[in-house]
């Protein structure tokens, strides 16, 4: 048989491992009732294959598009690669979604079946697609599933003998199809073929250096490309272990028992993370401490084990820019955090910063085999060896998406420095001009103000304005804090400098006339956030932009709601 590094998908490694080191664990899971249940390699392989052979049985057309919903758990895994097994495609639902946006994506991919995974209705969207779910529809419920009436996974698999006859996949096969959390108008259906995971690993073995030693933490949503290609496709491909977190409550308690070695976060995360221990340990005593050679050593240490990253050799932080100081204060403390870039459409493998030629202010250079430029209207074009097969169903839009010579618009407006270092400076169509005829671009402005430990979520806007002004939501921090005492002068202070500040890094046309704190949350489920919390501007401005010249009028830098 070919070595692990020679297998052309995903299912190819995972039979390989499946044969060479049967009783390793692979996948660790921790359940609501406090038991952690530990799945080897031939455990995964073969509850995968039992649920092949139940696909098998339904006599769907080959390539049939087959559902997972469900928040992360090593059953949403061993469903996936059951798909695989059984000739068939799978379409990841994010737990979050609206029930409109569900239902769409069902729709819209032809599913011919969903397996329902770990939901509760809790910091999910369940309530709100229970009734969407179409009738004709079937489900198979995995454990931790929220319905108790459905065929379930255990039963399932206790009745119906392995698979032995595995549909192995060629490289140019789809794989799967990943809705796009739509920051504007419907998701779109990205097209993935099996050996594009498969490059994806390998592009990245020069920078992470990953092995079966590894260890890994499955939280974000693996109906997210990034956790998708480095959690799933990375633990595959080498064989390393991954271990799942059971709630937001357990989260401290499921990191330590990962330690993992790659860990991978968002920028919400990292401050979290920074807040927290600078409220323990406040950073003026941080630079006396790590002032003392011996006991700097020590402290950092502490600091690392505390978090659960004391075994942590690469920590990766994508989706927004994370402020460079928080960068500086991490790799102070010996994590070596670096900044990814990548999109949907190319399996999030594109640009990212290279150990020993960081730059402040800049992602990074380009994973081996990518080609990037940038067009004439500022726009960066990147060409990725994992690129799109295309958007389902939809031709016109993948012609669009995609110029004469291969390669993807991505929306972002880039620049690159002398040695290849990439800078994003914000989306292209989200320029927006003031009543004086001068163009803002809002992404860095939010990134600025969005720092803030106050600031849970912010859009920039204003067009035929004077000048722009910024909508913010508070962080659950700030809001706490303005109930208690000093309450609402205290938080408007905190704003007020935070303006003040950010206004003396802007271009005079540029600078905000006012923040607006925002009454009603922005969640999912109202539509004002992605999936992937990310803002949805056209409704955010449909939602306040009429307000616009009454707040201008009041005269105030901290506007209420």
């Given at each position: 048989?070919?070595?692990?590094?020679?297998q052309?998908?995903?299912?190819h490694?995972?039979?390989?491992?499946?044969?060479?080191?049967?009783?390793?664990?692979?996948?660790t899971?921790?359940?609501?009732d406090?038991?952690?249940?530990?799945?080897?390699?031939?455990?995964?392989?073969g509850?995968?294959?039992?649920?092949?052979?139940?696909?098998?049985?339904?006599?769907?057309?080959?390539?049939s598009?087959?559902?997972?919903?469900?928040k992360?758990?090593?059953?949403?895994i061993?469903?996936?690669?059951?798909?695989?097994?059984?000739?068939h495609?799978?379409v990841?639902?994010?737990?979050?979604?609206?029930?409109?946006?569900?239902?769409?994506?069902?729709g819209?991919?032809g599913?011919?079946?969903?397996?329902l995974?770990?939901?509760?209705?809790?910091?999910?969207?369940?309530?709100?697609?229970?009734?969407?779910?179409?009738?004709?529809?079937?489900?198979i419920?995995?454990p931790m599933?929220?319905?108790?009436?459905?065929?379930?996974?255990?039963d399932i698999?206790?009745?119906?003998q392995?698979?032995q006859d595995?549909?192995l996949?060629q490289?140019?096969?789809?794989?799967?199809?990943?809705?796009?959390?739509?920051?504007?108008?419907?998701?779109?259906?990205?097209?993935?073929?099996h050996?594009?995971?498969?490059?994806?690993?390998?592009?990245?073995?020069?920078l992470?250096?990953?092995s079966?030693?590894?260890?890994?933490?499955?939280?974000?949503?693996?109906?997210?490309?990034?956790?998708?290609?480095?959690?799933?496709?990375?633990?595959?491909?080498?064989?390393?272990?991954?271990?799942?977190?059971?709630?937001?409550?357990?989260?401290?308690?499921?990191?330590?028992?990962?330690?993992p070695?790659i860990?991978?976060?968002?920028?919400?995360?990292?401050?979290?993370?920074?807040?927290?221990?600078?409220?323990?340990l406040?950073?003026a005593?941080?630079?006396?401490?790590?002032?003392?050679?011996?006991?700097?050593?020590?402290?950092?240490?502490?600091?690392?084990?505390q978090?659960?990253?004391?075994?942590?050799?690469?920590?990766?932080t994508?989706?927004?820019?994370?402020?460079?100081?928080?960068?500086?204060?991490?790799?102070?403390?010996?994590?070596?955090?670096?900044?990814?870039?990548g999109?949907?459409?190319?399996?999030?493998?594109?640009?990212?910063?290279?150990?020993?030629?960081?730059?402040?202010?800049?992602?990074g250079?380009?994973?081996?085999?990518?080609?990037?430029?940038?067009?004439?209207?500022?726009?960066?074009?990147?060409?990725?060896?994992?690129?799109?097969l295309?958007?389902?169903?939809?031709?016109?839009?993948?012609?669009?998406?995609?110029?004469?010579?291969?390669?993807?618009?991505?929306?972002?407006?880039?620049?690159?420095?002398?040695?290849?270092?990439?800078?994003?400076?914000?989306?292209?169509k989200?320029?927006?001009?003031?009543?004086k005829?001068?163009?803002?671009?809002?992404?860095?402005?939010?990134?600025?103000?969005g720092?803030?430990?106050a600031?849970?979520?912010?859009?920039?806007?204003g067009?035929?304005?004077?000048?722009?002004f910024?909508?913010?939501?508070?962080?659950p921090?700030?809001?706490?804090a303005?109930a208690?005492?000093?309450?609402?002068p205290?938080?408007?202070?905190?704003?007020?400098?935070?303006?003040?500040?950010v206004n003396?890094?802007?271009?005079?046309?540029?600078?905000?006339?006012?923040?607006?704190?925002?009454?009603?949350?922005?969640?999912?489920e109202?539509?004002?956030?992605?999936p992937?919390?990310?803002?949805?501007?056209?409704?955010?401005?449909?939602?306040?932009?009429?307000?616009?010249?009454?707040?201008?009028?009041?005269?105030?830098?901290?506007?209420?709601?």
């Amino acid at each position: 048989m070919k070595t692990q590094r020679q297998q052309p998908t995903l299912l190819h490694s995972l039979l390989y491992w499946e044969a060479h080191r049967t009783r390793e664990v692979y996948l660790t899971q921790p359940f609501p009732d406090g038991r952690v249940v530990d799945y080897t390699w031939v455990e995964v392989a073969g509850q995968a294959r039992r649920m092949a052979a139940h696909l098998r049985s339904l006599g769907l057309p080959p390539g049939s598009r087959i559902a997972i919903l469900g928040k992360n758990s090593a059953h949403w895994i061993m469903a996936d690669l059951a798909i695989w097994m059984a000739g068939h495609v799978s379409v990841p639902l994010y737990p979050a979604l609206n029930g409109e946006t569900a239902a769409y994506v069902l729709g819209h991919s032809g599913a011919s079946l969903l397996f329902l995974g770990k939901m509760d209705g809790k910091g999910d969207g369940w309530n709100d697609i229970a009734p969407v779910l179409p009738p004709s529809l079937p489900l198979i419920a995995l454990p931790m599933a929220p319905r108790d009436d459905l065929p379930r996974w255990d039963d399932i698999i206790a009745r119906t003998q392995p698979l032995q006859d595995v549909s192995l996949p060629q490289p140019g096969d789809l794989a799967t199809i990943l809705y796009t959390s739509g920051s504007t108008g419907r998701p779109k259906g990205v097209m993935h073929a099996h050996g594009s995971f498969v490059r994806a690993a390998q592009g990245l073995s020069d920078l992470l250096g990953s092995s079966s030693a590894d260890r890994m933490l499955s939280y974000l949503p693996l109906a997210h490309v990034a956790e998708r290609a480095a959690v799933q496709g990375g633990s595959l491909y080498y064989g390393y272990r991954v271990f799942f977190a059971d709630r937001l409550e357990t989260f401290p308690d499921d990191l330590r028992r990962a330690r993992p070695t790659i860990f991978f976060s968002v920028p919400r995360l990292w401050t979290k993370f920074y807040l927290g221990v600078n409220q323990k340990l406040p950073l003026a005593k941080q630079k006396k401490l790590f002032a003392i050679p011996l006991l700097s050593r020590l402290v950092k240490k502490k600091i690392l084990t505390q978090l659960g990253l004391q075994d942590t050799r690469i920590a990766i932080t994508g989706s927004a820019p994370l402020p460079p100081e928080l960068l500086a204060w991490y790799r102070k403390l010996g994590l070596e955090l670096l900044e990814f870039y990548g999109m949907t459409e190319n399996l999030a493998y594109s640009h990212g910063g290279h150990p020993g030629r960081l730059r402040e202010g800049w992602i990074g250079h380009g994973y081996r085999g990518v080609e990037a430029r940038i067009d004439g209207n500022g726009e960066l074009l990147v060409k990725s060896p994992c690129q799109m097969l295309g958007y389902y169903q939809a031709p016109e839009a993948t012609a669009e998406a995609t110029t004469a010579d291969g390669f993807f618009r991505t929306g972002d407006r880039g620049a690159f420095d002398d040695d290849g270092r990439l800078r994003i400076t914000g989306r292209v169509k989200e320029l927006f001009k003031t009543s004086k005829g001068k163009y803002v671009a809002p992404a860095p402005i939010e990134n600025r103000l969005g720092s803030h430990p106050a600031v849970e979520s912010v859009c920039v806007t204003g067009p035929s304005q004077p000048q722009p002004f910024a909508l913010l939501m508070l962080s659950p921090e700030a809001q706490q804090a303005r109930a208690g005492q000093g309450g609402e002068p205290a938080v408007a202070q905190a704003l007020e400098n935070l303006l003040r500040q950010v206004n003396g890094e802007l271009e005079d046309h540029e600078k905000l006339d006012y923040l607006v704190v925002v009454k009603e949350p922005w969640t999912v489920e109202n539509g004002f956030l992605t999936p992937t919390l990310k803002i949805k501007r056209n409704v955010i401005e449909e939602r306040y932009l009429p307000e616009a010249d009454r707040w201008a009028g009041l005269g105030r830098k901290i506007v209420w709601h």
